[in-house]
């Protein structure tokens, strides 16, 4: 079983409709979209999904909504929180630091039980959190006034994630610098369509995946757990 758990940034929704999000696709690639991945997925050997994140999702959410319903022990596990936690302080640089606390805390309860339950043969992968202002602290069209510190919150938010990964022995996949550049340098990140034709931007509604950026999460994901020749058990 493949379970992810988390927010948005694992799921259909934003990239198009179903089985196009990032955890869709690492657990079955769509070669029409894709076929450079063909092969390269959960389901080739024979893993089944469970895929639990959810829209807007905080680190509350998934300690007490998500982690209770998975079903079965792990051989593979993807986590993506701490991003909505930070957007709920947007602007506020006080708030925002409480808010990494609260993610810090609240993931060392995540990560003690899914280890448990991945047990020892079982992958734990904790995934950064991206920038859609690519290090300017601005997007332009969403809205949002600028926020000068919010780069260095979100670097902040990130390191206590490595941090995190490090402690309960998950894999770090670095989305927030596979994902630099591909922001408000590479196109309008508030832009609301999932496939645009501009394969070079991979946001859209300012800090969702769309299609290309969901490619590219499920890319950093099967990259991380593939380093060193591990592959799923059949």
């Known amino acids: ?21 990032a ?14 991945w063909a092969g390269r997925d959960l389901a080739t050997y024979g893993v089944e999904a469970q895929i639990l994140a959810r829209d807007g999702a905080t680190v509350i959410d998934v300690l007490q909504r998500q982690l209770p319903l998975i079903t079965q022990a792990p051989v593979l596990a993807t986590v993506t929180m701490g991003g909505n936690d930070l957007m709920g302080a947007y602007g506020d ?11 810090t805390a609240i ?3 995540i990560l003690l039980r899914l280890r448990a339950l991945c047990g020892t043969g079982g992958r734990v992968v904790l995934t950064t959190v991206y920038d859609p202002s690519d290090g300017t602290g601005q997007v332009p069209g969403s809205g949002l006034q600028p926020w000068p510190e919010g780069p260095i919150l979100v670097r902040a938010l990130n390191a206590a994630l490595v941090e995190l990964a490090g402690r309960h022995d998950a ?10 550049g591909h922001g408000v340098h590479g196109g309008d990140p508030a832009a609301a369509d999932s496939r645009p034709a501009n394969r070079n931007l991979w946001y859209c509604g300012v800090i969702e995946p769309n299609a290309w950026g969901a490619n590219e999460i499920r890319a950093a994901w ?3 757990v593939t380093h060193g020749d591990w592959l799923p058990p059949s």
Do not use: C, K, T
């Open 1 to 21: 079983m493949y379970v992810a758990i988390g927010d948005s940034m694992s799921i259909d929704d934003y990239a198009g409709g179903p089985g196009r999000g």
């Open 93 to 103: 640089n006080q708030a925002a630091h409480a808010a990494i606390g609260r993610v």
């Open 171 to 180: 894999i770090v996949a670095d989305v927030h610098g596979h994902f630099l």
């Open 222 to 224: 099967w990259d991380a």
């Open 23 to 36: 955890a869709s696709l690492l657990h079955r690639n769509r070669d029409s979209d894709f076929p450079d």
């Open 107 to 109: 993931g060392e309860a």
